[in-house]
């Protein structure tokens, strides 16, 4: 390891910069609206296709089935669109990447149609390009910002990511699907991401902001998809303990969120009764949580460390999503405290004590969601070198859409045996069932044996300093402490 390496993978002990001052930064300013932008548009997609096949009257299983098109396409290319980022500089494949989406997005409505069949294919296509654009956009950050300015540039960068989910997800896509059906979901979408490739075009390239980037042939590139291999994420995880712990936490969090947010619109319809397009008003506070997650994290991650901001964070979130099951008891207590009463105060929408109690309910659950995510991507912006934070968040994208397809499947599975209502209850339970079963297997792969429960535990929740990153074959070999020692001709 060199010794810029070195003083990278050093924690930052320089005071944090505020908001104000990295976001003077041109090239700053550029990926945060370029996020905002891209953000926007896909969270319009998504979420105004959801609500659409709601409306429709689509069963919970058929839109989990749906939703699921998108985490199956970041399965088989999760990482070979982290090579990819890695393998360009970062404003060329971003700029390429954004430029595809907003051709996806507007060809199809007049080249295919939106029936079932086309919006699928928006979303598998989609998806497969975004996860070229999600490690990019992750690891140029380390680009536009020094070491001192990740946390803040980082926290900036969601913030700003967090406000055009919020928008696009609460205000844009229900009054789209109210107005003018699904076409235009896709056409303002696909609007959003050519604007983001304008904006990112003009980002000044790494040498001019006196950073280095490496170039490889896309032919030089190993494409197997080694990261859909057990053995191989067994080996990884083992040989990269620190790093990998991080990633599984973060993976929890993001496939608890995803497996929420396919629940809502039919819990929405189904147990309050409402039109599925009101889930807008349950998404408004989730959007002010995504937007207080990410302004407060990097106070806390200065405080408290990545890891324990991670774990803390998706216990909130646990203990928050499984408040839904309960929102029959919950409803008038809550609904008095909530927020969204001003709704009613000032518009005509008359929102019933069950809606104002499920918005103030998902605040939490969003808040824990944000932060956690947010902690992890530091943790990786700080201690990862930038020619590998590509690979490594590609990988991340990987476990976590193996998370997220399995959560989102089943939960949509044993929703039509318990109801919309209690599946809240089992969701927390189902994700923590199969990230244990993962660690098992890990343990189990690398020692002979599975572990016991407050050792799969003690692996998420321990601070090891993290040390050099280390590859892996996708064999059987003994990967166990490979992270502390040096790694075998096989290894490398």
């Not at 959003?192 to 490496?214: D, H, N």
């Not at 201690?383 to 590509?390: F, L, Y």
Request: glycine share 8%; net charge neutral.
């Amino acid at each position: 390891m060199t010794d810029s390496t070195s003083e990278q993978l050093d924690p930052v002990k320089e005071t944090a910069p505020s908001y104000r001052s990295v976001l003077s930064q041109a090239p700053v300013r550029i990926v945060a609206v370029s996020r905002f932008l891209s953000r926007m548009g896909a969270q319009i997609m998504t979420y105004g296709i959801m609500v659409f096949l709601a409306a429709a009257g689509s069963s919970q299983f058929e839109i989990s089935l749906a939703k699921s098109a998108s985490f199956l396409a970041a399965l088989l290319f999760g990482l070979q669109g982290g090579m990819l980022a890695d393998s360009r500089p970062k404003r060329q494949i971003l700029l390429i990447s954004f430029a595809a989406l907003g051709a996806v997005c507007l060809l199809t409505p007049f080249l295919l149609g939106t029936s079932g069949g086309d919006l699928l294919f928006v979303i598998f296509v989609s998806s497969a390009i975004s996860q070229v654009v999600s490690p990019g956009l992750k690891s140029i950050v380390a680009i536009v910002s020094t070491p001192a300015e990740l946390a803040t540039t980082s926290a900036l960068v969601n913030i700003v990511g967090s406000i055009g989910s919020s928008i696009g997800s609460t205000f844009i896509a229900p009054f789209l699907i109210k107005q003018s059906g699904v076409d235009a979901i896709l056409i303002v979408a696909g609007i959003l991401y050519l604007f983001s490739a304008i904006r990112i075009y003009r980002l000044p390239t790494a040498e001019a902001l006196g950073k280095q980037e490496t170039s490889k042939r896309l032919r030089d590139l190993d494409w197997k998809p080694r990261a859909l291999s057990l053995r191989y994420n067994a080996n990884w995880i083992m040989a990269n303990r620190p790093i990998a712990s991080m990633l599984l936490v973060g993976a929890l969090s993001a496939s608890l969120l995803q497996g929420v947010t396919a629940l809502v619109p039919i819990f929405v319809r189904d147990v309050l009764v409402e039109d599925p397009t009101n889930s807008v008003y349950i998404f408004i506070l989730s959007g002010v949580g995504f937007f207080v997650g990410a302004s407060i994290s990097p106070k806390l991650v200065k405080r408290f460390t990545e890891r324990r901001v991670a774990v803390w964070s998706l216990a909130l979130m646990a203990v928050s999503v499984i408040l839904f099951s309960m929102i029959k008891a919950l409803d008038k207590p809550l609904a008095v405290i909530s927020p969204l009463r001003l709704v009613n105060l000032f518009t005509d929408a008359n929102l019933s004590d069950a809606v104002l109690a499920a918005g103030l309910i998902a605040f939490p659950a969003n808040l824990g969601s944000t932060m956690c995510l947010q902690a992890v991507q530091v943790y990786i912006n700080r201690n990862v070198p930038e020619n590998q934070q590509g690979g490594v968040f590609g990988l991340q994208q990987v476990q976590e859409n193996v998370l997220n397809l399995f959560v989102i499947l089943l939960l949509g599975l044993i929703a039509v045996v318990t109801g919309p209502q209690y599946i809240f209850l089992f969701a927390p339970i189902v994700v923590g069932a199969l990230g244990l079963a993962l660690l098992s297997y890990v343990f189990w792969h690398s020692t002979g044996k599975a572990p016991h429960l407050s050792e799969s535990l003690g692996f998420l929740v321990e601070d090891q300093p993290p040390g050099e990153i280390h590859d892996v074959e996708s064999g059987g070999h003994d990967a166990h402490n490979s992270g502390e020692n040096e790694s075998t001709p096989r290894d490398r």
